[in-house]
């Protein structure tokens, strides 16, 4: 099974400036890999995910992610954030089940608090 | 849009209580899944279901077992809650199984305490 390591549990980054949470996960040879943001009180939802080609990702609300092969690193990046961007944020990994789905592993989440 | 529903937002339960907690998808997803989440725990699987009548077990079962009799619904439930069972339940679903690129639709979530 895979597992996923969110290296920080908390990110602290003033308004306007740049940022990278940081997402590594054991390696595989398919991987299938997401970012999701969790706003305060609200479910999950889908940033943006690594199928194959390009290993550049862009995703929803100028956030953009890269996957390093040989790094088994998937970090997720904002050039300038917002207020708006405080949330919980987590990386997933999908592996296979014998029941013949994908089945993510989460990681433990990141929480980026944006300071104005 | 895909609208992943749950029964509660907040429910209060005592030690001992039989609980249901209910989710209905409507965009006929094949899987269905039951999380539970907890600081600095993240997200963890309790069970999964792939088809109706259909379940798998996730990291941490126990104590819970589950429903699935129809296709847009499945129910998760504590047979005999426990204060440690005070938790963040989140259900999702997504789109059938061997299809790789399995985005998950979170519902809002049920907060749960047991007193």
């Known amino acids: ?116 | 849009d895909v609208k992943v529903t749950q029964s509660s937002r907040y429910l209060v339960k005592r030690t001992g209580e039989k609980v249901f907690l209910e989710c209905v998808q409507d965009m006929d997803h094949e899987n269905m899944f039951w999380y539970r989440q907890d600081p600095g725990l993240g997200l963890r699987l309790i069970y999964f279901s792939y088809d109706v009548k259909m379940k798998e077990k996730g990291d941490i079962p126990e104590g819970y077992s589950v429903s699935r009799e129809k296709k847009e619904r499945f129910s998760l439930i504590l047979e005999s809650a426990s204060t440690n069972q005070t938790s963040m339940y989140l259900c999702a679903s997504s789109l059938i199984r061997g299809q790789y690129q399995e985005t998950q639709y979170f519902g809002p979530g049920t907060r749960l305490l047991v007193l």
């Open chain 1, 1 to 116: 099974a895979q597992s996923v390591t969110q290296l920080d549990s908390q990110v602290p980054v003033f308004e306007e400036a740049p940022v990278e949470l940081r997402c590594n996960y054991s390696s595989s040879v398919s991987v299938y890999l997401f970012w999701y943001v969790q706003y305060p009180n609200q479910g999950l939802q889908l940033l943006l995910k690594y199928l194959s080609g390009s290993t550049l990702v862009k995703g929803i609300n100028g956030f953009e992610a890269e996957f390093n092969k040989s790094q088994t690193s998937f970090h997720l990046r904002k050039p300038s954030v917002h207020i708006s961007d405080t949330a919980e944020y987590f990386c997933a990994v999908s592996d296979y089940s014998e029941g013949g789905s994908y089945i993510p592993t989460f990681g433990r989440g990141t929480s980026l608090i944006v300071h104005p």
